[in-house]
C-alpha cells in the first residue's frame, strides 16, 4: 500500500474523529450559583382547594344532632375561643375546622348521648383579623385584608420602633390541636433592599417583631404574645421555626 505525500482519506477522518472527541471532553461551564434571594423573590404559593376554614373567636356555629334534634344549638365562638354545649360542657373551638370539632363534639357527648351524631355548620363568619405585637408603634389587632402581607400589617400599626429586630420577625400561624407553626421572616430586607414580600397573611396569624433575636417559639407565645392575646389556644408541642 502506498501513502504518498497526499493525506489518505481515512486519515482525514481520523482527525475529524479526534477533533470531534476533544470538543466533548471539553467540561460544561459550571452553573451559576442560585441568587440567596430567589425564594424572597417568589410569588405567594396559590391557596390550596383542599384547605378547610378553621373556627376563629367571633363565628357563630349551628350543633345539630342528627338523632336527638332537641340539643340542637346555635352558639357564638367566646373570645377566649371556647364554646359551651349541654352535652359537652366546655370545649375549645379555636383552631378547629367544623369537622374536627364534629368529631370532638360527638366524642364528649357520647356520657349523655347513645351514639351520637354531629354535624357543625358555620353561620356567621367574624371579622377577619390578624394581630401584630412586640415592637410596633401600636400593636393590637389588623383587619384582614385580601392579599395583605406581614409589612403591610405592620405599616397599619404605625410602622417599627427604633427597637425592632426586623431580621427576626416571627410569623406565628395557629394549626389542628392548638399547635402552632412559625416561620421566621427577614423584613430587614423588605425595608431596606426592597425585596418584594412572598408572604401573604391569613386569619388567626400573628406577626410578632422583637427586639432581640428568637430562637425559641415557646417564649414567645407564653411570655410575651399570650399575655396580650388571652384567647391564643396553648402552644402545645410538634411545632416548626424555621430559619
Known sequence: MSFGTKPSTWMIGLALL???GAGCA??????TPANVNVAALAPPAPPRATDEYRIQAGDELHVRFTYQPEM???????PDGRISLATTGEIAATGLTPTELERLVARKSEHRLKN???VVVVTKIAEQRVYVGGEVMKPGY????????????????GGFRPTAKMDSVLLLTPGEGGKFSAARMDMEQVVADGIPER???HPGDVVYVPTTWIAD??????QYVRGLI?????????????Q
Not at 26 to 31: F, M, Q, T, W
Not at 217 to 222: E, G, H, L
Request: hydrophobic share 45%; net charge positive; charged share 15%.
Open 142 to 157: 389588623v383587619t384582614l385584608l385580601a392579599g395583605m402581607t406581614p409589612l403591610q400589617a405592620v405599616v397599619q400599626t
Open 116 to 118: 351520637p351524631e354531629v
Open 230 to 242: 388571652p384567647a391564643l389556644p396553648r402552644v402545645g408541642v410538634g411545632y416548626s421555626l424555621s
Open 18 to 20: 479526534a477533533s470531534v
Open 72 to 78: 340542637n344549638e346555635q352558639i357564638p365562638v367566646r
Open 217 to 222: 417559639m415557646n417564649i414567645v407565645v407564653d
Open 26 to 31: 471539553k467540561k460544561a461551564p459550571a452553573p
Open 199 to 201: 408572604v401573604r397573611l
